[in-house]
């Protein structure tokens, strides 16, 4: 299988410091594009960071999983090459954002896939064995797999890089999930030695809120068009309420019940029959409510005699369901603010929702600050944090005695 490659780019935080020198891996799999990053700890400590994205093929993501691990090998693989560093033995953290059973820091059970992944024979396993084993197949990659984490948590360690008050770390993205600090004391079902340790990072998993039926009170006609349309339907019920994986779809279905009932598009002679409504066309359509860019976008899409009033509608559109996700995530961030009870709390944040859309960080400020009105907080946009924070996890990791690590 051939591995189709983006440019390597340089994605050094500005005011990272870490207190283990050295050079770290890390990979972030989670989204359509999966990414091998490089950190370099500096004798100033500082962080150096370069980045390389390559796009899994959708076979790949639908099929065997050891095609898949054996792709993200080959990645690496080319990744060490063009950065002189076959045959060195680098730390590695990886960032695998979706739900794992986590049973030490370098061990995940696969609980189920999400967004766009589903290789069924991969689930009950352990992700970073599957890893290992696809590494050692290519003779000249001698990588030490120590660190398996979630996105959030990778983000919530970039987050306290920049800001010592993060507390939260949150992704916007494709999907959408939080992992908080939470006082061991409430932990009832941790099993494993804890002595010592007063908060633990909890990766809440919160797009499969709903899963049990108990959000079906508010799921829209919309809602069950989009789950009925998805990779895995009757899962992630949250998720699927905003998350930029789906928003686009929502918009697009709303569309389609406004044109059956002639409200939109009257103009338009030949209605095109394959499209697509993106959460990137979402963003563009909010942005400064051009209503000439939002006709362009549509032309694009093969409408090509919408007048401004139809532009007007799907600025509507995509408002309404912006507010609607921003306020459902807000929703969950307050109760997490008034939950850690803490005085002042730092959101780091990353994802191509938050990043992109023009208006969910002003919403959710909004919001959250309406429903926990006497908790301080801020959001941050902590980018790229997933991988960064994997690879400053191996670097913590491989500074500790990793016997203790274990659940
Ligand atoms: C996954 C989470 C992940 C989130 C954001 C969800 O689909 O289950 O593990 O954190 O997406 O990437």
Redesign the pocket.
Known sequence: MGISRGKQENCSPSSAKVEKKGKFLALDL??TNFRVILLELDSSLELNCQVKYYTVPESLRLGEGELLFDFLAECIESFLKDNNLLGQKLPLGFCF???MDQTGIDEGILVTW??SFNCPNVVGHEVVKILKNALEKRKDVAIDVVAII???TGTMMMGSYLDKRSAIGL?L?????ASYFEKVERIHKWEGKHEGITEVII?I?W??FGDNGILDFMKTEVDKIVDENSLIVNS?TF?KLF?GKYIGEIVKQILLQLIDKNVLFHEVKLKPQNWTFTAADVSHSLEGKDLEKISDILKSKGFLETTLDDAEIVYYVCSVVSVRGSLIVSICLSSLLRRMDKKDVTIAVD?SLFKLHPKYKHYMEKFIAELAPNHKFQLILAEDG?GKGAGLVAAVVTSLDRSKLHA
């Not at 993205?173 to 999930?177: L, R, V």
């Open positions: 989670g989204g954002s979706f739900p999400t967004k979630n996105d959030t992704i993205g494709t999907g959408c999930n990766d998993e797009g499969a992630f998720e998350s994802g997933s």
